[in-house]
Structure formats: structure tokens, C-alpha cells
């Protein structure tokens, strides 16, 4: 089974910086993409950032210029730098990744549990 856990939420002003750390454990093969979605209430869930395993990124619109992804393939680890954060980042943010596991390879999707990220203005 796969497990991915999410670390460093909280609350922060405007302007504030924020990092956003994942960990991906258990029977991987391989993980292909590791991004991050959040989901503000009454919104739908919306992809924030992607990575996939040779660097290439994509960013929203909404964070380009302010937020940064990054993994670490040894590590199994995605993370999320946010600066000049706003309140209209305020939100749930999950950790996803397609990942293939040990022992049938078949690629899934995988999610953490949500963190939340609050910005105060």
C-alpha cells in the first residue's frame, strides 16, 4: 500500500511564505507525476502545481511567479514553496501522486489527507 503525508500548514499573513512537504511510502515501483491541488470552500478541487519525474513543472495561472515545486526522487518527496501568499489562497491543500506499486505495476492515483493553509489579510 501506498501512503502520502503532508506536513507544513498553518496560518500566515498576507504576504507570508509558507512550504508545503509530502512523503510518499510504501510497495512503489515508481512515481510518475507529484503535484498539489487545494480546495477552497464551496469550490471545486483545482490542480495548483504538477512536477513530473524528469523536472518539467506546470503552475495555475493564479500562483506562477509565486510558488515553486520541487521533488526529491530519491526521497520519494514533493514540496510546495508559496510565497506572497493572499487570502484568496486560503485553502485545503493535497498532496497527489501517480504512482506504480510492487508487485502488478499498474499506475494510480494517490492522495494525502489535506492540510490546511490559512491566510489572514
Known amino acids: 500500500q501506498v501512503q502520502l503525508v503532508e506536513s507544513g500548514g498553518g496560518l500566515v499573513q498576507a504576504g507570508g511564505s509558507l512550504r508545503l512537504s509530502c512523503a510518499a511510502s510504501g510497495s512503489i515501483f515508481h512515481i510518475n507525476t507529484m503535484g498539489w491541488y487545494r480546495q477552497a470552500p464551496g469550490k471545486q478541487r483545482e490542480l495548483v502545481a504538477q512536477?513530473?519525474?524528469?523536472?518539467?513543472?506546470y503552475y495555475a495561472d493564479s500562483v506562477k511567479g509565486r510558488f515553486t515545486i520541487s521533488r526529491d526522487n530519491a526521497k520519494n518527496t514533493v514540496s510546495l514553496q508559496m510565497n506572497s501568499l493572499q487570502p484568496e489562497d486560503t485553502a485545503v491543500y493535497y498532496c497527489?501522486?501517480?504512482?506504480?506499486?510492487?508487485?502488478?505495476?499498474?499506475?494510480?492515483?494517490?492522495w494525502g489527507q489535506g492540510t490546511q493553509v490559512t491566510v489572514s489579510s
Open positions: 512536477i513530473i519525474t524528469g523536472g518539467s513543472t
Open positions: 497527489n501522486a501517480m504512482i506504480a506499486t510492487i508487485p502488478h505495476m499498474h499506475l494510480d492515483v494517490y
